[in-house]
């Protein structure tokens, strides 16, 4: 099943229904509700799903947005916030994500787990390596004392993620809905690449499951941390669906599929028809290259 995400055109419509349309209208007859959808786009889309005219393969967190956001904001609430009043939002808006979903038929959540408090490393990573210093003593300096300090900070933040979990699959096994913990592109967002492993064992519930983003997967790889293809066949067997957008080195992400640098032919075993495989791409990716850009993924890893 192939989707494409309504990150791309949701913030330039003001009707639900006429943004599912130019969805379909280029080939889809999925859409993921991704984390920008306006509480005034909801009446439209339910028209439009009731309708038949597309169907909702997947939503991703928080959607719809809180009352008075405009903007996506999928960090809006973390999980794994030490504050109670964050964590109760988080859950509150999270809850109305599952009821959206449920009402719309949907398949998959996508979640953002959260991130331990620390300064960004990530941005200047990728500055240095497009300075061209990632073969550099001070480059993997940086690096590790990144990795270092999240390693140190990590564990009340997990066990408040962990706790958030629990409780969310409940939630989700109730509805009929399954959960897809995404990877993320920064080093203080959790799982760590390194955890993941460990947080699947900690999460046997039949609704939780990988989620997997081509795109964040490349800047890992390309920051250092992960290799792309091994990390995807790793977790082969928790895995519900893709994210696919490109990027361009190495940290431009969000690019129509074929105009950037990975090598989707390399994530092609562990790709099956029934993945929920979303195309997540930026509001000024060009109308005329999304048809060529799902072409060129469904050439790689097959028409389902």
Request: with cysteine; glycine share 10%.
């Given at each position: 099943?192939?989707?494409?995400?309504?990150?791309?055109?949701?913030?330039?419509?003001?009707?639900?229904?006429?943004?599912?349309?130019?969805?379909?209208?280029?080939?889809?007859?999925?859409?993921?509700l991704?984390?920008?959808?306006?509480?005034?786009?909801?009446?439209?889309?339910?028209?439009?799903?009731?309708?038949?005219?597309?169907?909702?393969?997947?939503?991703?967190?928080?959607?719809?947005?809180?009352?008075?956001?405009?903007?996506?904001?999928?960090?809006?609430?973390?999980?794994t916030?030490?504050?109670?009043?964050?964590?109760?939002?988080?859950?509150?808006?999270?809850?109305?994500?599952?009821?959206?979903?449920?009402?719309?038929?949907?398949?998959?959540?996508?979640?953002?787990?959260?991130?331990?408090?620390?300064?960004?490393?990530?941005?200047?990573?990728l500055?240095?390596?497009?300075?061209?210093?990632?073969?550099?003593?001070?480059?993997?300096?940086?690096?590790?004392?990144?990795?270092?300090?999240?390693?140190?900070?990590?564990?009340?933040?997990?066990?408040?993620?962990?706790?958030?979990?629990?409780?969310?699959a409940?939630?989700?096994?109730?509805?009929?809905?399954?959960?897809?913990i995404?990877?993320?592109?920064?080093?203080?967002?959790?799982?760590?690449?390194?955890?993941?492993?460990?947080?699947?064992?900690?999460?046997?519930?039949?609704?939780?499951?990988?989620?997997?983003?081509?795109?964040?997967?490349?800047?890992?790889?390309?920051?250092?941390?992960?290799?792309?293809?091994?990390?995807?066949?790793?977790?082969?067997?928790?895995?519900?669906?893709?994210?696919?957008?490109?990027?361009?080195?190495?940290?431009?992400?969000?690019?129509?599929?074929?105009?950037?640098?990975?090598?989707?032919?390399?994530?092609?075993?562990?790709?099956?028809?029934?993945?929920?495989?979303?195309?997540?791409?930026?509001?000024?990716?060009?109308?005329?290259?999304?048809?060529?850009?799902?072409?060129?993924?469904?050439?790689l890893?097959?028409?389902?």
């Open positions: 099943m192939y989707s494409l995400s309504s990150c791309w055109n949701s913030g330039r419509h003001t009707c639900g229904r006429q943004m599912l349309n130019e969805i379909r209208g280029l080939g889809f007859e999925y859409a993921e991704s984390h920008g959808i306006r509480l005034g786009l909801l009446p439209g889309i339910i028209e439009a799903v009731e309708a038949g005219e597309i169907k909702i393969s997947s939503l991703h967190n928080f959607c719809p947005l809180p009352m008075g956001v405009m903007h996506p904001a999928p960090n809006l609430f973390k999980f916030a030490l504050d109670r009043r964050e964590r109760d939002n988080a859950w509150k808006h999270t809850l109305k994500t599952l009821d959206t979903a449920a009402r719309l038929k949907a398949i998959v959540v996508v979640l953002h787990m959260g991130a331990v408090e620390m300064k960004d490393y990530t941005d200047r990573l500055d240095m390596i497009g300075e061209g210093k990632k073969e550099t003593p001070k480059y993997e300096k940086l690096l590790q004392e990144g990795l270092d300090k999240r390693e140190s900070r990590k564990e009340p933040h997990m066990e408040a993620a962990y706790a958030f979990l629990h409780a969310l409940s939630e989700a096994s109730q509805r009929g809905l399954k959960l897809g995404e990877n993320r592109e920064a080093l203080e967002e959790i799982p760590f690449e390194s955890d993941f492993h460990l947080f699947f064992r900690e999460f046997q519930e039949p609704s939780v499951g990988y989620w997997h983003d081509t795109g964040h997967g490349q800047i890992k790889e390309n920051i250092g941390v992960i290799h792309h293809a091994m990390h995807v066949g790793g977790l082969a067997d928790r895995l519900w669906g893709f994210h696919i957008h490109d990027v361009a080195y190495p940290g431009r992400d969000h690019l129509v599929p074929g105009t950037g640098m990975i090598d989707y032919a390399a994530l092609k075993p562990y790709v099956k028809p029934e993945h929920v495989k979303v195309l997540e791409l930026s509001p000024g990716a060009p109308a005329d290259l999304i048809p060529q850009g799902f072409e060129h993924i469904k050439s890893w097959g028409p389902e």
